[in-house]
C-alpha cells in the first residue's frame, strides 16, 4: 500500500510539473509568435529615428546633445549604442526588443499570483502582443523593470536597495515608466509610514532605508534631467506647451484613455463629442469600480490611484497619446493587482465610511455587493477584450505593412537607385527609408544631408515648390541626377527641371508614410 504522505508528495510533484510545463509551452508560443511578427514588421519612423539617432552619434556625449529632443530618457538609448557596436543593421534592435518583451511575459507568467488563464490571456492581449511586441521602442524594457520590481517585492521586508535600483533603471526606460517608478517608490514611503496599522514591519537598516531612497530620488531626478525638453524643441510644443486651464472637453478626452487602456476593442472618436462624454463616464466608473476592489488593501490602492492618476495629468495637460502611451494605465492596473496578492485584507480605508449617513452607508454597501459580486467577470471582459484586439492587430500587420519604407527601401536597392544623391521630404516621414537604406538622405527641412530627425527651430516645414527649388540647386551644385522621395505625390512642376515618376508605394498603414519616387534632371 502506498502511504498518504507518498501519494501526496507525488501529487504535488506533477502539480509542479504540470505547471512548469504550462509556463514554458506559453513562453515558447509567445517568442515564436513574436519571431513571426517582428521579421514581417515593417518599422516606421519612431522606430528607426532612434535607431538612426544612435548610430549616426559620434560619440556618447553627442548622443545625450541629441536625446534632449527625443522627451525620452536614455536607457532605450544605450542599449541600442550597444548593439550598434555589432551591426548597423536595425534587425538587431528588432531582436532585443523582441528578447525584452518574451522577458516581461516570462516574469509574469511564472512569478505573477494570477490562474493559468487570466496568464494565457494577458500574454496575447493587445498590449503585449501587437503594441509592446511588434514595435520596437523603449516600452518594453520599461514593462519588463515593473514586472520584475512586482516579483520582487517581498525583498523589501529585509532590503529596499533592489528595488530602488529597478525603480532608477525603470524611471529611465521612458516618460510613462518614470510615472510609475514614481508611484512604486512613493508607495514604499507611504507603506512604511503606516507600518503597524497595516501589519507591516520592516527589518532594513536606516543605512539601507537612506541609501535606497538615495538612488530612487537620483532616478527621478537623472531621467527629469533627460526629458525636460531644450529651448529650441518644438517636440509637441517643447516646454512651453502645456494645458494648464480647465477645459471640460479636453479633460473628457483624457479620462477616455481609460476605457482605451482597459477595453481597446471599442474606443471612441475624439472629434465627436458625444462618444467623449459617454466613455468618459465609462472610465470614472472603471476607476471607481478598480478602486473598489482594491480598497481592503490599502498599499495597493494607493499605488493604483497615484500611478493613475499622475498618467491622467500628463495626458491631459501635455500629450494625449496613442495606445502604446496610454496603455501603461493598464500596466499599472496589472502591477496593483499583482501587488495586492501580497496583502491580507485591511479596514484602514473603510472605516471611515461608518460614519456616512445611513442612506449612503446603504448605498456604499450595495455597491461593494456588486463589486465583489463581478469583479472576476470584469477582469476576464478586459482580458477577453484584450486578446480579441490584439488577434486582430497582429493579424493585420502580417498582411498590412505598418509603414512603406521596407518595400520602397528595397525597391530602390533592387534598381541600385541608391547609388543616386537622394532627396527626402517629410524628413521625419522619409527618415525609416534612411534607416532600411543605411545612408543619409538630403532633408529639404534642414538643408542638409541626415538620417536622424531632431524637433528644434532649425526645422522649417516645406511644401513641393521649395523642395524643388532646392533641388534645382541641388543640381547644378552636384551635377548629378537626384532620385526625390515624397510622402505625398507631387503637385509642382518647374521649367528648368525634368521631372520622371518612377514608383509609388502605398500599401501602408501609417497613413503618412506611403511613397512616391520621382527621379529629377536639369534641362539644358
Known amino acids: 500500500m502506498v502511504s498518504p504522505k507518498i501519494t501526496t508528495d507525488h501529487k504535488i510533484s506533477t502539480r509542479s510539473a504540470n505547471n512548469q510545463k504550462f509556463i514554458l509551452v506559453l513562453i515558447l508560443i509567445y517568442f515564436c509568435l513574436g519571431l513571426v511578427g517582428i521579421l514581417n514588421h515593417a518599422m516606421w519612423r519612431d522606430e528607426l529615428n532612434v535607431w538612426l539617432l544612435v548610430r549616426d552619434s559620434n560619440s556618447l556625449l553627442e548622443l545625450f546633445n541629441n536625446l534632449q529632443y527625443e522627451g525620452h530618457p536614455g536607457l532605450w538609448y544605450i542599449c541600442l549604442a550597444w548593439l550598434n557596436q555589432f551591426t548597423d543593421n536595425p534587425v538587431l534592435m528588432q531582436v532585443f526588443h523582441l528578447l525584452l518583451a518574451t522577458g516581461f511575459v516570462s516574469v509574469l507568467v511564472k512569478y505573477s499570483p494570477f490562474t493559468k488563464l487570466q496568464k494565457t490571456l494577458f500574454v496575447f492581449g493587445y498590449l503585449p502582443i501587437y503594441e509592446y511586441l511588434l514595435i520596437s521602442r523603449n516600452y518594453a524594457i520599461g514593462i519588463l523593470l515593473v514586472f520584475t520590481f512586482c516579483a520582487l517585492f517581498e525583498q523589501r521586508q ?3 536597495l533592489v528595488l530602488s535600483t529597478i525603480l532608477l533603471l525603470m524611471a529611465n526606460a521612458n516618460a510613462y515608466c518614470l510615472f510609475i517608478a514614481t508611484a512604486l517608490g512613493v508607495t514604499l514611503i507611504f507603506e512604511y509610514s503606516l507600518g503597524r496599522r497595516i501589519g507591516y514591519t520592516s527589518a532594513a537598516s536606516k543605512i539601507n532605508i537612506i541609501s535606497s531612497l538615495t538612488i530612487f530620488f537620483l532616478g527621478i531626478l537623472s531621467s527629469i ?7 529650441d524643441s518644438t517636440l509637441q510644443g517643447g516646454l512651453s506647451l502645456w494645458r494648464l486651464q480647465f477645459d471640460p472637453r479636453h479633460l473628457a478626452t483624457a479620462l477616455t484613455r481609460v476605457w482605451s487602456s482597459y477595453l481597446p476593442i471599442i474606443t471612441p472618436a475624439d472629434s465627436k463629442y458625444l462618444d467623449i462624454i459617454i466613455f468618459a463616464i465609462f472610465s470614472l466608473v472603471l476607476l471607481l469600480f478598480v478602486s473598489t476592489i482594491l480598497i481592503q488593501k490599502p498599499v495597493a490602492w494607493f499605488f493604483y490611484s497615484f500611478g493613475t492618476l499622475e498618467i491622467l495629468l500628463f495626458t491631459y495637460a501635455k500629450f494625449l497619446g496613442s495606445a502604446r502611451h496610454y496603455g501603461h494605465l493598464y500596466i499599472v492596473l496589472i502591477a496593483a493587482v499583482w501587488i495586492a496578492s501580497y496583502y491580507p485584507k485591511s479596514d484602514l480605508l473603510i472605516k471611515p465610511l461608518s460614519n456616512l449617513p445611513d442612506l449612503v452607508q446603504q448605498a456604499t454597501t450595495n455597491w461593494f455587493a456588486f463589486v465583489a459580486k463581478y ?16 488577434m486582430v492587430a497582429f493579424s493585420r500587420d502580417l498582411f498590412v505593412p505598418y509603414s512603406a519604407s521596407r518595400e520602397t527601401a528595397r525597391f530602390i536597392q533592387t534598381q541600385q537607385l541608391d547609388k543616386m544623391f537622394i532627396v527626402g521630404s517629410q524628413d521625419a516621414r522619409v527618415s525609416p527609408i534612411s534607416g532600411y537604406l543605411q545612408r ?3 532633408y529639404p527641412e534642414s538643408k542638409a544631408l541626415g538620417s536622424f530627425v531632431l524637433f528644434n527651430n532649425q526645422r522649417t516645414e ?3 515648390t521649395m523642395v524643388l527649388e532646392q533641388i534645382s540647386q541641388l543640381i547644378q551644385q552636384q551635377q548629378t541626377d537626384i532620385l526625390l522621395i515624397l510622402n505625398y505625390e507631387l503637385d509642382s512642376s518647374r521649367a528648368d527641371l525634368s521631372i520622371s515618376p518612377v514608383a509609388e508605394f502605398t500599401n501602408s498603414f501609417i497613413h503618412d508614410e506611403k511613397y512616391y519616387l520621382y527621379i529629377l534632371k536639369g534641362k539644358r
Do not use: M
Open 158 to 160: 529585509k532590503s529596499y
Open 462 to 464: 516645406v511644401n513641393s
Open 440 to 442: 543619409q538622405i538630403y
Open 225 to 231: 534631467a533627460q526629458i525636460l525638453p531644450p529651448a
Open 375 to 390: 469583479k472576476n467577470r470584469l477582469i476576464i471582459f478586459i482580458l477577453v477584450a484584450q486578446v480579441a484586439t490584439g
